[in-house]
């Protein structure tokens, strides 16, 4: 389906089209093009200009540049001043034309699970456009507005921030009709002097983008939920007896988590495809979203059944080592990490079922932009609650080496500084029936130790299925 033609797109950017081209998508990276999307040429670490040919080698039908790289000069092209500034442009007049209901989606946890919570559940009611991976700063929010199919019924937009200032303006360019902030945690501390409160405001900005007559959803069980409320917060959801949404049971089981729920429309029950009481905040909250943008929140509860989290969000992997043994239960929770985050996927390790003498396994990597609490926080981790149900923990990095120090002897697994220094032992890790939790900050590459031990189980005798 196409998106922009050229006459339309240099209209919306005051570009010069070069060639007459039309694109059914947007991509950054030229390794990874869709035949038949533009290549945007972002100048981040890397200039994107340099990268434009091999993208247009790879299929993109035009690329966004504000130069004509060296032998591209009778390539498809649209020719703008600013990268950046047009990407917005074609983002802005994006939601302009759509009809979508736009639902806009932030936290400092979990904003990703209830954004493809949604995705899931409106999916079965209508068209539904959400970002792809985590597309939630100052590109990727533009992005995934600048492709929001004409047919869409529904839009999701993940807004997230690592600074001060970075909400507001990428929520005045989503201009939602629902906005929802998930929760408010210790995240990205060392950007606010102010601390959680600070971040708190942050996080509440996203409504001030909304539509007139918006609705502004806010989780009424965090500390800061007056922060939220103050700031506009129209419907409230948590487990405290005043939220308008308020969960009332949460059964985690080995593969779903069955949850109960007082809501405006009457108490409803849902289970959620994957283990997880963290899950089921998540999964309120989308409910309220649904509602709020139109949709049947009874044939939304009904969906949550078949959601999945994603890799590195929290997917379960069954690792056969021997076709005769208990395959080893991997938890990929690998994509990002902070306090409350990490918390969550130690309560969901320790709830994992182990058969016989089968171990349950952390490999955590550092929490970063913690600022100068970082190390006290890893620390901390020691005395979480579910540590004593978890038989070892291996560490990785600086920051983690509090961890590891903080653990008892019996507790106290490898310290390596970076991933790498496991692979060669990653086999004697782990055995048949073990549950493996893999967790860190997306710079630690904690990714390379789920390649790791999913690799473990190819070959002859081992399969990685996929559970999740």
């Known amino acids: 389906m196409t998106l922009w033609t050229a006459s339309d797109a240099a209209m919306a950017t005051g570009g010069r089209a070069i060639g007459d081209w039309s694109v059914t998508g947007f991509g950054i990276d030229s390794r990874a093009m869709q035949p038949g999307a533009m290549f945007v040429a972002l100048n981040a670490a890397r200039d994107g200009h340099d990268f434009v040919h091999a993208a247009l080698d790879a299929g993109a039908a035009a690329a966004l540049v504000s130069r004509i790289p060296g032998g591209c000069e009778n390539a498809p092209l ?11 442009a074609l983002g802005r007049a994006g939601r302009a034309r759509t009809r979508a209901r736009v639902i806009a989606v932030t936290g400092s946890v979990g904003k990703t699970s209830t954004k493809e919570m949604l995705r899931h ?27 929001i199919p004409p047919d869409a019924d529904f839009a999701v937009i993940e807004i997230g921030m690592n600074h001060p200032g970075e909400i507001a ?23 606010f002097d102010d601390g959680v409160a600070g971040i708190a405001r942050e996080k509440a900005a996203i409504f001030a983008g909304l539509e007139p007559d918006g609705v502004a959803i806010w989780n009424a069980d965090v500390a800061e939920a007056n922060i939220l409320r103050d700031a506009g917060g129209t419907v409230s959801f948590g487990a405290v007896a005043t939220a308008d949404w308020r969960l009332t049971q949460v059964l985690p089981g080995s593969d779903s988590t069955t949850c109960a729920a007082g809501t405006p429309v009457g108490d409803v029950m849902f289970r959620i495809g994957a283990p997880g009481a963290h899950f089921a905040m998540n999964a309120l909250a989308a409910l309220a979203a649904v509602y709020a943008a139109g ?9 949550l059944a078949g959601w999945t989290p994603p890799d590195g969000r929290g997917a379960r992997h069954a690792i056969v080592l021997h076709p005769d043994h208990p395959s080893v239960d991997l938890i990929d929770d690998a994509y990002n990490a902070n306090p409350a985050s990490v918390g969550a996927a130690l309560d969901l390790l320790a709830a994992a079922e182990v058969p016989g003498r089968a171990r349950r396994i952390a490999l955590l990597g550092d929490m970063k932009e913690l600022g ?10 020691a005395d979480h609650r579910a540590m004593a149900r978890i038989d070892t923990v291996h560490t990785v990095g600086p920051l983690m ?13 490898i310290h390596a500084e970076d991933t790498a220094a496991f692979g060669p032992s990653l086999r004697d890790l782990v055995g048949p029936g073990d549950a ?22 190819d070959g002859p005798t081992g399969t990685t299925p996929q559970n999740g």
Do not use: F
């Open 436 to 457: 493996v939790l893999v967790k860190g900050s997306l710079s630690m590459n904690m990714a390379q130790l789920v390649d790791g031990l999913r690799a473990l189980g």
């Open 78 to 88: 649209l020719l703008v001043e600013d990268v950046q500034a047009a990407l917005e």
């Open 295 to 303: 949709g049947d929140v009874a044939r939304a509860a009904l969906s």
């Open 372 to 381: 100068p609490t970082g190390p006290d926080l890893h620390a901390d981790l």
């Open 169 to 191: 303006p990428l929520s005045a360019l989503a201009r939602p009709h629902v906005a929802a902030v998930i929760n408010v945690a210790p995240v990205h501390l060392e950007a």
């Open 121 to 147: 559940c409106l999916g079965a009611q209508g068209t539904t456009h959400a970002a792809i991976k985590s597309y939630n700063n100052h590109w990727g929010v533009p992005l995934t507005l600048a492709a």
């Open 401 to 413: 080496r509090h961890l590891h120090d903080a653990l008892p002897a019996d507790r106290r697994g």
